[in-house]
């Protein structure tokens, strides 16, 4: 069973346009971690940010928050004021116990055009 | 600092020949990971190492693959014989839960093409 679900399977902005992704999770677990990575066109995986499951505050790093809900079992990223740098792959992923393998959701492929 | 290290960075070989991929961890992560990136299936975990010992190698697809850590700072996945449908983008991850880095460090992958 898909663990991680994004629903989004591509999504074109214009630049400057916000934009969120979304994930939704499934697991039983009761302490467990998410986390967003970028695959840009060059195609490395690059960590954005891990979330614990006991800890709902939502965060912002420049351009980039995210909020989590665990009423929801979502993960949602927003991109504000997106660039075209921007434009990549957006996997959110999940690791339950104690930080062992993550399973990845199918991923959202981001364009942003000027 | 330098990050995961995967080599070859890209591989193409025949049908039924050895493949033998290769990875440096992060210096002082015990903890690395193989995966497997293909359109179809997307980003499925192979098999993960913790402190040089495989925990968990349910993911690898067949006996023809293989995979060890004969020391903390290296790590191979071979298949032999290969064959086209193994023809994906590899990486090899790590991390280090016992000292809270949670997230994974991903090397750039071995994409490797099978013909």
């Known amino acids: 069973a898909q663990k991680v679900t994004q629903a989004q399977t591509e999504i074109s902005v214009v630049e400057k346009e916000d934009v969120t992704l979304d994930c939704v999770y499934e697991t039983r677990d009761t302490t467990y971690y998410l986390f967003w990575y970028k695959q840009p066109p060059s195609g490395e995986l690059v960590f954005l940010i891990r979330r614990n499951s006991f800890d709902e505050q939502n965060e912002i790093s420049g351009r980039y928050s995210w909020n989590f809900q665990k009423s929801t079992s979502s993960f949602n990223f927003t991109i504000t004021a997106s660039q075209v740098v921007d434009s990549a792959v957006y996997f959110c992923a999940l690791s339950e116990n104690s930080g062992y393998a993550l399973n990845f959701g199918k991923g959202t492929s981001l364009l942003v055009t000027p | 600092d330098a990050g995961v290290i995967q080599s070859p960075r890209h591989e193409v070989t025949e049908m039924g020949q050895e493949v033998t991929l290769r990875c440096k961890p992060i210096?002082?992560?015990?903890?690395l990971f193989w995966y497997r990136q293909t359109m179809m299936r997307g980003l499925e975990l192979l098999i993960y190492f913790n402190n040089n010992v495989p925990i968990d190698d349910s993911g690898m697809p067949e006996d023809r693959f293989s995979a060890k850590m004969p020391n903390a700072s290296f790590s191979t996945l071979k298949i032999q014989p290969s064959e086209p449908r193994d023809s994906a983008v590899y990486f090899c991850?790590?991390?280090?839960?016992?000292?809270?880095?949670?997230?994974?460090?991903f090397g750039p992958g071995t994409r490797l093409t099978v013909t």
């Open positions: 210096s002082g992560h015990n903890s």
């Open positions: 991850a790590s991390s280090s839960p016992g000292q809270g880095i949670y997230e994974q460090y």
